[in-house]
């Protein structure tokens, strides 16, 4: 366990987002869910100063380049923690961001979709159940939802 928790903290000050995901599965077998809450929270901080940092500078992340892949991905969770609560406004304004945030075109469109959900209030699993083409999403192996079979309102 010391092993790890000095991977983790290694990763963490040198702000290793995509370094944290690999110790992911190695952090469930040893913490407890208080230290994994924590652990999240301290990905999600990193995405989070690397959003401002990107902001900032008026750049777009790219999905080739592993820590913004990494803060992409730590982002979208965010954004679909708050949406799959119900908390449609603070969700689409997360997803407007990403969909701007992105060099990758197919995220970007995919965010916009997320929006609309979230702006039409449409449930989390209304959505998964009536608009997400799940097996599609699963095979394409992204982070994202991505594939769709509707669409929601322009």
């Known amino acids: 366990m010391e092993e790890l928790k000095a991977k983790i903290y290694h990763a963490q000050t040198q702000g290793d ?3 944290l995901y690999l110790l992911e599965a190695q952090a469930h077998e040893v913490f407890d869910e208080d230290t994994l809450m924590a652990y999240y929270a301290n990905i ?4 989070l100063e690397r959003l401002t940092n990107t902001l900032e500078n008026l750049e777009r992340l790219n999905m080739e380049e592993v820590q ?3 803060t992409l991905r730590a ?5 679909i923690e708050h949406y799959s609560a119900g908390s449609f406004s603070d969700a ?3 997803f407007e961001v990403l969909g701007g945030l992105s060099e990758d075109e197919a995220f970007n469109e995919a965010m916009k979709i997320h ?5 039409g209030a449409i449930p989390f699993e209304t959505f998964i159940d009536e608009y997400v083409d799940m097996d599609a999403v699963q095979a394409g192996g992204k982070f994202y939802i991505g594939v769709f079979v509707k669409n929601i309102g322009a």
Not at 75 to 79: D, G, M, R, S, V
């Open 92 to 94: 689409s304004a997360l």
């Open 17 to 19: 987002i995509a370094s």
């Open 44 to 47: 999600l901080d990193l995405a």
């Open 75 to 79: 982002l979208y969770e965010y954004a």
């Open 115 to 119: 929006r609309r959900a979230c702006d």
């Open 68 to 70: 913004d892949f990494a």
